[in-house]
């Protein structure tokens, strides 16, 4: 399914290897998100990309100082890279969406939610594929759903799926 969402976008995707490597971090823990997405990049789907120096700079900033001002790895490289190359930034952590609105208020940033609601994947995956897309993002990757949007998931994914997404507020799984 991942490959069609991809494909139905009207950009391509650069993920830095930095990311790569902290989802390697989960492997022991039995995680398949970097095995999934090495499948990506060999598809030729995601390019795989690297933090130049003054990218550096800016993933330095994002990661030293103190806990409630920094990042982890993968936010710090991807606001970092998007930062460099004037590129939007899919970042889906309120914490990183909080600094990046604090230091980078330029930079556009996007959420996992706003692909996934775009018209062109809506066509290319249909209701149904659409749906399960969401349900998955927000079960198995904990989705969070910003607030403008949570009336559009459920719609999509239907009350009694949302009773099972635990990355959704308390009230909208008590409905």
């Known amino acids: 399914m991942a490959a069609a969402i991809i494909q139905a976008l009207p950009h391509r995707l650069q993920v830095v ?20 997405l090495r499948g990506l990049i060999n598809q030729g789907l995601i390019e795989l990309v690297s933090l130049g120096p003054p990218a550096e700079i800016h993933f330095e900033n994002l990661v030293v100082g103190p806990a ?20 939007i930034a899919i970042i889906d952590e309120r914490k990183a969406k909080r600094i990046c609105a604090q230091r980078h208020s330029s930079l556009v940033l996007r ?4 692909i ?10 249909g209701t149904t594929m659409l749906a399960d897309a969401l349900f998955n993002a927000l079960t198995h990757g904990r989705m969070r759903v910003a607030e403008d949007r949570l009336e559009w998931v459920v719609s999509q994914i239907g009350k009694e799926r949302a009773r099972q997404c635990e990355s959704l507020p308390r009230r909208i799984r008590n409905c």
């Open 17 to 36: 290897d930095i990311v790569l490597q902290e989802l390697e971090s989960g492997r022991p823990k039995g995680r398949l998100d970097a095995e999934l």
């Open 68 to 87: 409630e001002a920094t990042l982890d790895d993968g936010e710090a490289a991807t606001i970092a890279f998007a930062i460099e190359a004037n590129a």
């Open 111 to 114: 959420t996992t939610v706003d």
């Open 116 to 125: 996934l609601a775009g018209s062109s994947v809506g066509i290319a995956l």
